[in-house]
């Protein structure tokens, strides 16, 4: 709803907002309101307009929706629902607090679900988690994020993971809002689960591309075991960044393997550079010091396609 919202608001000529306004606000009117009854100063329709449309018009984060409702003038914020107060009958713009908390109450992933892109006609999204630095206090531990993002790069959604759970418990939770029919969904090994490709394959109608490592060790060692050696690789070699890179790529199908994972249809093998640290001994200094280089690993995937 957040996302639709900020969508129609994007007003092009006064005759559409006096004929959309009207109709966005009554359907966000109908949201349940999380907040107490008492000290609720603004509309809650009132509230999410306004920071949906402070974002349309390029605020890119709280304090800056904040800046932009205090600047807004009096007849834009009563076209936002914003209610009158006083004797000269002044509106008063929620502050940045409350927009956040009221965001964060409608919106699992609070401004990124204003910011996000509907993944509507996408090829492909990508799901990954990031702890965000800087934001552990002496009482809170340091805030987990899991996005999914297009890939084009652009955000589909945000939400913080729960300090008691994992990123395997928020991934339905996060892709749950969307339509994910014909859509690859890519992540990291830790969500190599059999439950994650029965939902994606079985619910959504969608198919994945997992990475595959120690998470799932009979998996893992019937992949490596199969015979890459007779597969034809498929090299792309590109030029950039001042060298030249060439990846090989190796495809097979496994339908007929009988292996232990919902809906896999082929397995693919990459090389990868992995981080490798020598230590050496010097004559001047007693100690040890770490040289880094590039190895190469390999890198194993699996695919409902």
Known sequence: MCRQSATVCLIKSPGRAERELPCITDRLSALPDPRDRRG????????????ACAVLAGAR??????QWARHAPQHTLARLGLRPHGVLGVR?????????????????????????????????????GKTARGSRTHTTPA?????AVTATGRTVTQLRVPAKTNEVTAFRYLLAPFDLTGVTVTAD????????????????DAHY????????????AALRALHWQRV????????GHGRRETRSLRV??????????????????????????????????????????????????????
């Open 252 to 305: 097979l199908t496994v339908t007929d393997l009988d292996l232990d994972f919902p809906h896999v249809v082929q397995a693919s093998r990459r090389p990868c550079p992995v981080p490798e640290a020598v230590y050496w001994t010097s004559m001047s200094c007693q100690g040890r010091a770490a040289n880094w280089w590039w190895a190469v690993g390999w890198l194993v995937l699996i695919t409902a396609m």
């Open 232 to 239: 034809r690789a498929r090299y792309d070699r590109e030029h």
């Open 61 to 66: 984060s709280y304090l800056a929706i904040g």
């Open 143 to 147: 805030a987990h994020l899991l996005a």
């Open 189 to 204: 090994a830790v969500h190599t689960q059999r439950d994650h490709a029965h939902h994606l394959v079985e619910d959504r």
């Open 209 to 220: 591309l997992l990475l595959v490592k120690g998470n799932q060790p009979r998996l893992h």
């Open 92 to 128: 008063t713009p929620p502050s940045t607090s409350t927009v956040r908390r009221v965001l964060l109450a409608i919106c699992h992933g609070g401004l990124a679900d204003l910011l996000g892109t509907d993944p509507t006609g996408t090829d492909t999204i990508a799901v990954d």
């Open 40 to 51: 609720r100063r603004h509309p809650l329709a009132a509230v999410l307009l306004t920071a």
